[in-house]
């Protein structure tokens, strides 16, 4: 592999790595508003999904 | 690629999300509305002359209740589906192979981290349990799914008895530290009410997982063939 492939091949990476990050923290965000935020309406809708999927709940 | 991330893991999460909330809704909301019978104060079970019976009717379908209930679990799941997703497009650049088949072992994986870990000291609780403070709980929940998370990374990833050992320590430190408990016990619920929910969480956890673990890498594997075909034409 030349000097320019690896360099392509290096930022496409890192550049690959910072999306997965701000896929993941999405996923996080995710999670965390449906199954931990104890706000009263969420937490009443999503009431029997905590338990079930066994969040600390109440 | 986030749009590789977003769309495996939106199929995933979506389709096992709605088959989890279909099956926690048969098998484990019966018991959860069996126990809010004893924390509202219908039932009381108490003392050897105690009659009630262990069978009652809490059958029936709540439109609202429950179809929220599909929602919100097909929400948790897509967000885990993200996570996962994007850890297994990490892996795939360091050599991994992702695909449906490889997927189960993600998906076990990810029921440790995320399910068993913490209710191996945290039970899957069911309504009208003492329980501790509910902020303390969720930092150790957080805490403990993190390392978890960690420690099955190094178990599957490692190369050495450091990173293996490193992997045991995160796995037992959160329990040897112990989880935030309640003062006393004040719980209304049966025990075998108790057992039989979180029993039936874990049970039904499992499936959701090895489920979205098959379906990401199966849907990450064919979103990246069809990026592929559209790239080289």
Redesign the interface.
Known sequence: MNAQATTVSQSHSKAGFGIAVFAALIGLAIVSITGHVQASTLHDAAHDVRHATGFPCH | ??TR??TS?LFAGAAAGLIT?LL?LYF??PV?LHAELYEGGDLVHFGSSSTVSAHQDVSGFEAV??G??VV??M??Y??????????M??AE?RGATINGRTGLMWGVAGFVAV?FA??FS??????GVA?AD?GD??IW?FATVLTATLAMWLIAFGKSWTAWGAAAILLLAPHVIGAPEPAVFTGPVPTEIGAH?AAR??G??MVAWVLLGCLAGYFWQREGTGSANGQAA
Do not use: K
């Not at chain 2, 945290?122 to 309504?127: C, F, G, R």
């Open positions: 690629m986030f991330i977003l893991a909330a926690q484990v909301q959860l209740r429950d929220l209930s919100f679990t929400l948790v897509s967000g885990y589906a993200m996570v996962l997703v994007a850890l497009s990490q650049e399910h913490p209710g945290l039970a899957p609780e069911v309504p329980a509910v709980r969720q929940w929910f969480a874990f039904v956890g």
